[in-house]
């Protein structure tokens, strides 16, 4: 099938791709000429596992092009999807205007018949404003206006989309279910579970789909707090209670909280999307506020641990906003920077991907090459995303290098048996800290069970 895809992000690019390894002719427009001129040449914009190697193989196919023309991709497109960014106005409300420009080119230029799909993330009533503009300024032609959410992660972006947990297709007419079921038939025969509703609920289920998720993080983030007064540990309580099918043990592992480019913007939008419709969805406001708290909450252990912050020397082990990406929008870890520097500390950050970016983002931070560099001369450092090199660092090693022997897990990364027997005074997130002066300190007090429980280690579950 002919497929155009307008907007080249994380989304639209490894919907470009995913279509194309099905075996759909598709074309890519975006209108950042800088972005498709590496496109053609087979660069991604951004790090995304595999994903440079796939485009570069479709690329090569003939079943992949990419144009900073919309006319040119939208001539002779069946399906036309729509994956340009809804970022968050400053009340928190999605700027929609990308979408209205896309609905107008395709207004233009898309053939009749086509069926027009949004794939970006949007308010649940937005593909009535899509269907509206294709009307007002297309000259007569049929569009099939249908949304299609897309829940891919970053990191994992391709294997997300070529084998979802499910397709879900929000139509109005025949024809639209016709096609989005022929593009997608390949990954529908091989399991996914396909959805089919009306437009409004399949917008509303992809914010629902992420507000919820990061309900469930900012839930194991209150209990984190909870855990650090009675001495419990909220990594053992996650454990219990996702034993539980009708819980689950995803999305509950407490720490700095969540970021993205997704989660924080959703959580607000659904939330805005309510007020302005007259429903106050209090619940989500709390979600961003347990948010934020996490931050706050590492950072007062960082000042629990080192006393006064000016001119100490902070080591930063991720900069990302989590694993397996060199995107830094909206990162805990940078939000924990800031914080940080404003003490007056010094930061020096280190990050397998995203050290340009965080650069970028923020210039006070020092960079360092590797975890050691950062390491070096530190009063404490700080775990702060959870990429798999932090969990086997040289604990010796890091000790040598460090002033005070004092880490910080903002994840829960690392073992904290192992880590207190290499000497270390080790501040997890809503676990019992493991100390080394022997005398219960002030958070021990607090914790009459912590000590003990870090000794057991993690609670394991049988059966
Ligand atoms: C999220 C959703 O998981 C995808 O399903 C969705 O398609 C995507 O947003 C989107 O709307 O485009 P993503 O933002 O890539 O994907 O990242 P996640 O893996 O969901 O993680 C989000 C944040 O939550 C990260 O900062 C992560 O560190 C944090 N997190 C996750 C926690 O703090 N605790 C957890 O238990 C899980």
Not at 86 to 97: C, Y
Not at 147 to 166: C, I, K, Q, V
Not at 230 to 258: C, K, Q
């Amino acid at each position: 099938m002919k497929v155009a895809v307008m907007g080249t992000g994380h989304v639209g690019l490894v919907t470009c791709v995913a279509f194309a390894s099905i075996g759909h002719d598709v074309t890519g427009t975006d209108v950042d000429a800088e972005k498709i001129d590496a496109l053609r040449r087979g660069v991604s914009p951004f790090y995304e596992p595999g994903l440079d190697d796939a485009l570069v193989r479709e690329i090569a196919s003939g079943r992949l092009s990419f144009t900073l023309e919309a006319s040119e991709a939208l001539r002779g497109a069946e399906a036309v999807f729509i994956c340009v960014g809804t970022p968050a106005r400053a009340d928190g409300e999605a700027n929609l205007l990308a979408m209205e420009l896309s609905a107008s080119a395709i207004a233009r230029h898309g053939g009749d018949g086509a069926v027009v799909v949004e794939k970006s993330t949007v308010p649940a009533g937005t593909a009535d404003r899509v269907r509206l503009t294709l009307l007002r300024e297309g000259d007569g032609r049929t569009f099939h206006v249908a949304s299609n959410p897309e829940f891919l992660r970053e990191g994992t972006a391709l294997n997300d989309s070529l084998e979802p947990d499910r397709i879900v297709i929000g139509v109005e007419s025949e024809r639209g279910l016709d096609v989005l079921r022929r593009l997608y038939e390949p990954i529908i025969h091989s399991g996914a579970r396909l959805i089919v509703t009306d437009i409004r609920t399949a917008e509303l289920a992809k914010h629902a789909s992420n507000a919820f998720l990061a309900m469930k993080i900012s839930f194991a983030n209150a209990l984190a707090r909870l855990c650090e007064r009675t001495g419990a540990d909220v990594t053992a309580v996650a454990d219990v209670m996702g034993a539980d099918p009708r819980i689950g043990r995803a999305f509950l592992n407490a720490g700095l909280g969540y970021g993205g480019y997704c989660f924080p913007k959703d959580v607000a939008a659904l939330e805005r999307l309510g007020a302005r419709l007259g429903y106050t969805f209090t619940l989500l406001q709390e979600v961003a506020r347990l948010n934020e708290e996490s931050v706050e909450a590492a950072a007062g252990m960082v000042e629990e641990a080192l006393w006064n912050l000016g001119d100490k020397r902070i080591a930063l082990l991720g900069l990302a906003f989590k694993a397996g990406t060199d995107d830094v929008r909206f990162s805990p870890a940078l939000a924990l920077a800031r914080r940080l520097l404003a003490s007056g500390a010094h930061v020096i950050g280190y990050d397998p991907r995203a050290t340009r970016a965080a650069k970028e983002d923020l210039p006070e931070l020092e960079l360092a090459s590797d975890p050691y560099e950062a390491a070096s001369g530190a009063h404490c450092l700080v775990v702060a995303t959870e990429w798999e090199e932090f969990r086997s660092l040289n604990l010796p090693a890091l000790h040598e290098l460090m002033a005070y022997p004092v880490i910080v897990d903002g994840r829960n990364l690392l073992d904290p048996a192992e880590v207190g027997g290499a000497g270390f005074w080790y501040y997890p997130m809503g676990r019992p800290p493991v100390l080394q002066d022997g005398s219960p300190s002030s958070n021990v007090e607090r914790r009459p069970t912590g000590e003990r429980t870090a000794a057991l280690g993690p609670v394991e579950i049988a059966g």
